[in-house]
C-alpha cells in the first residue's frame, strides 16, 4: 500500500468587507468599525491568513497603534456585544469585555507621524484564537493614532487565504 502524504493548500485570497476609510481615531481603543461576517462553516479551511494594508491618515501620533481583532460568533445565531456580523461604526462597551471575547489578530505600531503610509500586517487567525478556525467570525479593527484614517477606500486592503489539507499517494 503507497503511503499518502497531506499537503498544505491554499484558497485564492478573497477580500474581507470592511470600510476603513476616515476610521475615526480612539484614544481608549473601544470605537472602531467591524467587518461583515467571514462564514468558514462551508470551506471549513483549517485556518486563514489575514492580511493587507491600512493607511494612515494625516500626521498621526508616533507610539500608537492600529489593532486588528477577531470576533468569534458566540452561538449560531449571534455575536457578543455590540457586533452583528455587518460591515458597520462598532463602539464596545468596555476594553475589557472585547479582551474577553475578541481575539487580538495584530498590532501594528505606528512608529512616525509620517502621513499616508500604509502599515502592512499577516495574521495566522487559528493561532489568534489558540484554536480551530471559527465557523463565523468577523474583524474589528481599531486605532488610537489621533488622526483618521486614510479617506480613500483603495488605500486599505484586507484579505483572507483559506488553509486546507490534501492528501495524495
Known amino acids: 500500500m503507497a503511503a499518502t502524504n497531506n499537503k498544505a493548500e491554499y484558497a485564492a485570497s478573497a477580500a474581507a468587507t470592511i470600510t476603513l476609510a476616515s476610521l475615526a481615531s480612539s484614544s481608549t481603543l473601544v470605537a472602531g468599525r467591524s467587518s461583515a461576517e467571514i462564514d468558514n462553516s462551508t470551506n471549513k479551511y483549517l485556518d486563514d491568513w489575514i492580511g493587507g494594508k491600512i493607511t494612515g491618515g494625516t500626521t498621526p501620533t508616533a507610539n ?6 477577531v470576533i468569534p ?6 455575536y457578543h456585544d455590540t457586533f ?3 460591515d458597520k461604526a462598532v463602539t464596545v462597551t468596555t476594553r475589557e469585555m472585547l479582551r474577553a471575547y475578541g481575539k487580538l489578530l495584530a498590532v501594528i505600531e505606528v512608529i512616525a507621524t509620517t502621513s499616508n503610509v500604509g ?3 499577516s495574521a495566522s487567525v487559528a493561532d489568534a484564537v489558540r484554536t480551530l478556525l471559527p465557523a463565523k467570525y468577523q474583524l474589528f479593527v481599531v486605532h488610537n493614532c489621533g488622526a ?3 479617506a480613500t477606500g483603495g488605500n486599505h486592503v484586507i484579505d483572507r487565504k ?3 489539507s490534501t492528501s495524495g499517494g
Do not use: P
Open 84 to 86: 452583528d456580523g455587518t
Open 119 to 121: 502599515y502592512e500586517f
Open 73 to 78: 460568533k458566540k452561538s449560531d445565531s449571534a
Open 148 to 150: 483618521a484614517l486614510n
Open 64 to 69: 500608537t497603534a492600529i489593532e486588528v481583532w
Open 162 to 164: 483559506g488553509l486546507y
